[in-house]
């Protein structure tokens, strides 16, 4: 099943980091050890207000149908435009729109997937709506 095609009404996002280790030595001296080429960890939290309740069990069926937190998932629309209606609304780096690039909130940027790091919280704002919102870490 596929990421339900909606766009977020807010997102918070946390930029994740590359594999690091950090020595120190009784003097205070310290090093570092980059332990890889890929960054990832990084999060991204959704939240839909006010959608239609069959939107909202939309994504308790992608969150089923990825075992809940267990199996990692890429993001799609179905366009040329990957991503695009997650997205929307975030133009940090189109400052140059003469070479295509994978948005810098995309975890495929980076060679990731996304899984969810919990349950989807839903809140039934009114009959037939509900806000739901969850959040997903970028894996390998």
């Known amino acids: 099943m596929a990421f339900p095609p909606l766009v977020p009404s807010s997102r918070s996002f946390s930029a994740g980091n590359w594999p690091i280790k950090t020595f120190k030595s009784q003097s205070g001296d310290e090093t570092r050890i980059l332990y890889g080429d890929k960054k990832s960890g990084l999060k991204l939290t959704l939240t839909y207000k ?6 909202a069990d939309d994504f308790i069926a992608h969150y089923d149908d990825n075992k809940g937190t267990y199996k990692a998932f890429t993001i799609e629309d179905g366009t040329s435009k990957p991503w695009g209606f997650v997205e929307k609304g975030w133009n940090g780096d189109n400052k140059d729109t003469s070479t ?35 959040t997903l870490v970028s894996v390998l």
Do not use: C, H, M, V
């Open 50 to 55: 006010n959608i239609l309740d069959t939107q």
């Open 100 to 134: 295509p690039k994978k948005s810098i909130l995309n975890a495929e940027r980076y060679d990731n997937k996304w899984r969810y790091t919990g349950p989807p919280q839903i809140n039934q704002t009114f009959s037939g709506r509900s806000t739901i919102s969850f």
